[in-house]
């Protein structure tokens, strides 16, 4: 064989074994990068996964202590909960002492008082699971299984800004007419074999009442925040008008976020980023119904934007609402992970 048939010969081999090894050493990178991927979504889910245990063996303290012990001013509760399940536990089974009317808002919600004086909001099933609100993504009734839901993506994003939820059923003629409060008592009603009632609020009617089966009902149970830590209540600077044929401001002018920029509290401290990475869950959860939040009280804008009210969520699988993203889109900042 000639020499520069050789050489040929030689330079082919040579990038044969160069892309050989290259190949071989992508692929075992590729391989050790999926294997840890693997290994790092193992433990998130080993973190996340939640029992729903009734017994708090290594401490004297209620759940309820527990829990108000979590709040600070920047996460509802702590990365590490060994008591969650215990506490969730307690939130769907523990006896209910008082019940009445919910808080001031637009939709239907009962505030009661569990065993051991710990106030949650309960809110009732108004949907099927698989039932589709069609219209305004904002439309619709409260969907109950949407607070539960949007508390364990809280807990998957890691934000930790969202009280704790849980599912839980009650019997309305044995455990809440008996501890009712008048007001909430002449609410109810019957309608066919099915106990009802609708409550008091600002779209509450006596035509559109919450019915359980029977005499059981469905719904998600909100841990109330301590009353150590009152909220204060902001206009959302991303808010909706709710009137057909008026826009908000954000909805037109796309360097609105260089106004809100100069204004308290966006204009320094954490704020403008707790409403962009609110924007971002509220956007996967499908809620374009933000138009207020809460913060901690006297917070001069260092507490955390506290993601409650998530009801208006998870109503149209089909409807991904682009101008939930408007924080985001409009402002061009992420917060640093």
Known sequence: MKLKQRVVLLAILLVIFIFTKVFLIDNLDTSAANREDQRAFHRMMTGLRVELAPKLDHTLQSPWEIAAQWVVPREVYPEE??????????????????????Y????LKALLILEGGQKVVFKPKRYSRDYVVEGEPYAGYD???????????????????????????VNLRTEIKPVATEQLLSTFLTVGNNTCFYGKCYYCRETEPACADGDTMEGSVTLWLPDVWPLQKHRHPWGRTYREGKLARWEYDESYCDAVKKTSPYDSGPRLLDIIDTAVFDYLIGNA???HYESFQ?????????????AKSFGNPSLDERSILAPLYQCCILPET
């Open 298 to 310: 006297d917070d001069e804008g260092a507490s955390m934007l506290i993601l409650l009210d998530n």
């Open 104 to 107: 001031k808002g637009t939709q």
């Open 81 to 102: 909960t060994p008591e969650l399940g215990a506490i969730l536990h307690a939130m769907a089974t523990k006896k209910i002492i008082k019940a009445d009317v919910g």
């Open 143 to 169: 969907r109950h299984n949407a607070e539960v839901a949007a508390f364990h993506l809280d807990r998957i994003l890691g934000f930790r800004r969202a009280p704790l939820v849980v599912g839980r059923f």
């Open 289 to 291: 119904d933000r138009h």
